[in-house]
């Protein structure tokens, strides 16, 4: 019996089949828990996900590369999902027209204070330079996050985890600092919310507001295309 | 979700890969070709219904498509442990700073320009 197990098992674990079927039943899990504590950002699907799948890994001793070559047809779909986010930009840049400028203005403050921030604390605490160049783009919307640590010499896998981190810390702190500061505007805390902490964020601008929802979402987009633009730039000066 | 529109986007992102090939921009191909498809929409002035649902489609389970890339976080779990100080200060330093530079340029430039906000914009405690 335990033979027969193996040998499933030894074929089973060298098929894309089993890489692909146990991301979708690690993310559906994550989706589980995450609905079940009413959608709190600490209950993130995603991580959770990576949590149990790179656990599932490491007890089976199974390496990385074996398990994407199942996933990487989840992974494809990246590219083209990255170019549908222009299609929300669209539709939230329609409703917000008149203040457009001005909120291109904030999300290229908000961008470059995002990555030289990063980079500066880190830097000053220590951090590996490859630590920094993925740090770098940390408050962008992850398929485009991942796009820029490539280009810009960081590691796509660890810019993933750390985007979903700025988005949950951004999501639980950022309305506290908001309150903090009497920034009642919901436009303004939309934008901020968006730039900062990406689709995270503007899932939970959208949970308490329609206004601040719209321009989180518009400033989640924004500040994909200007970080990708601007970081290569601001990296050029400093490395 | 129709198959014009799925090929659509590829075509987008398949152009932008040109691109930022081609000119070695330091930009993402899919990138690129999202901006481009802003700009068409722009140009074009409407959104095709077709492509608003293959969109819809697509983004509904958009965190379920960079699991396996944060997967490979399992290969630098070293960075992770030897350098969470760091990441952990700025991460949330960082998050901060944004957060209030973003909205304070925004209130500021809303001010300047007599933008105010209307009653449904204000948050009302």
């Given at each position: 019996?335990?033979?027969?197990?193996?040998?499933?098992?030894?074929?089973?674990?060298?098929?894309?089949?089993?890489?692909?079927?146990?991301?979708?039943?690690?993310?559906q899990?994550?989706?589980?828990?995450?609905?079940?504590?009413?959608?709190n950002?600490?209950?993130?699907?995603?991580?959770?996900?990576?949590?149990?799948?790179?656990?599932?890994?490491?007890?089976?001793?199974?390496?990385?590369?074996?398990?994407f070559?199942?996933?990487?047809?989840?992974h494809?779909?990246?590219?083209p999902?990255?170019?549908?986010?222009?299609?929300?930009?669209?539709?939230?840049?329609?409703?917000?027209?008149?203040?457009?400028?001005?909120?291109?203005?904030?999300?290229?403050?908000?961008?470059?204070?995002?990555?030289?921030?990063?980079?500066?604390?880190?830097w000053?605490?220590?951090?590996?330079?490859?630590?920094?160049?993925?740090?770098?783009?940390?408050?962008?919307?992850?398929?485009?996050?991942?796009?820029?640590?490539?280009?810009?010499?960081?590691?796509?896998?660890?810019?993933?985890?750390?985007?979903?981190?700025?988005?949950?810390?951004?999501?639980?702190?950022?309305?506290?600092?908001?309150?903090?500061?009497?920034?009642?505007?919901?436009?303004?805390?939309?934008?901020?919310?968006?730039?900062?902490?990406?689709?995270?964020?503007?899932?939970?601008?959208?949970?308490?507001?329609?206004?601040?929802?719209?321009?989180?979402?518009?400033?989640?987009?924004?500040?994909?295309l200007?970080?990708?633009?601007?970081l290569?730039?601001?990296?050029?000066?400093?490395? | 979700?129709?198959l014009?529109?799925?090929?659509?986007?590829?075509?987008y992102?398949?152009?932008?890969?040109?691109?930022?090939?081609?000119?070695g921009?330091?930009?993402?191909?899919?990138v690129?070709?999202?901006?481009?498809?802003?700009?068409?929409?722009?140009?074009?002035?409407g959104?095709?219904?077709?492509?608003?649902?293959?969109?819809?489609?697509?983004?509904?389970?958009?965190?379920?498509?960079?699991?396996?890339?944060?997967?490979?976080?399992?290969?630098?779990?070293h960075?992770?442990?030897?350098?969470?100080?760091?990441?952990?200060?700025?991460?949330?330093?960082?998050?901060?700073?944004?957060?209030?530079?973003?909205?304070?340029?925004?209130i500021?430039?809303?001010?300047?320009?007599?933008?105010?906000?209307?009653?449904?914009?204000?948050?009302?405690?």
């Amino acid at each position: 019996m335990t033979e027969e197990f193996y040998r499933i098992w030894v074929y089973l674990s060298t098929e894309p089949l089993l890489g692909l079927t146990v991301t979708l039943v690690a993310y559906q899990a994550g989706m589980w828990v995450y609905s079940k504590g009413k959608l709190n950002p600490l209950l993130n699907p995603v991580l959770i996900a990576v949590v149990i799948l790179v656990g599932l890994l490491m007890l089976t001793g199974t390496d990385y590369q074996t398990y994407f070559d199942g996933a990487k047809f989840v992974h494809f779909m990246l590219g083209p999902a990255t170019v549908a986010l222009a299609v929300p930009l669209y539709s939230q840049f329609q409703k917000v027209k008149s203040t457009f400028p001005v909120i291109l203005a904030s999300i290229l403050f908000g961008s470059a204070t995002a990555a030289l921030s990063a980079i500066g604390i880190a830097w000053v605490m220590g951090a590996s330079e490859q630590t920094l160049l993925s740090l770098a783009p940390k408050s962008v919307t992850a398929p485009i996050a991942m796009g820029i640590a490539e280009a810009v010499g960081g590691v796509p896998s660890l810019t993933a985890v750390l985007v979903i981190l700025t988005g949950i810390i951004g999501a639980v702190i950022g309305p506290g600092v908001l309150n903090l500061f009497r920034i009642k505007d919901w436009r303004a805390r939309g934008v901020a919310g968006g730039t900062a902490s990406h689709g995270i964020g503007t899932a939970r601008a959208l949970q308490v507001s329609e206004v601040a929802g719209a321009f989180a979402s518009l400033a989640m987009g924004l500040n994909g295309l200007a970080t990708a633009i601007l970081l290569p730039i601001l990296l050029g000066w400093l490395f | 979700m129709t198959l014009g529109f799925i090929t659509v986007l590829l075509v987008y992102q398949l152009v932008g890969e040109i691109i930022s090939t081609g000119l070695g921009l330091p930009l993402p191909g899919p990138v690129v070709g999202m901006g481009l498809l802003f700009l068409s929409l722009i140009i074009k002035g409407g959104l095709p219904e077709g492509l608003k649902n293959t969109a819809k489609g697509l983004l509904s389970h958009l965190s379920l498509l960079f699991v396996p890339a944060g997967v490979g976080v399992m290969m630098h779990l070293h960075l992770l442990a030897n350098e969470w100080q760091a990441i952990t200060v700025a991460l949330i330093g960082s998050t901060v700073l944004t957060i209030l530079v973003t909205a304070g340029v925004m209130i500021g430039l809303t001010r300047l320009t007599g933008d105010s906000p209307s009653a449904e914009e204000i948050k009302n405690d």
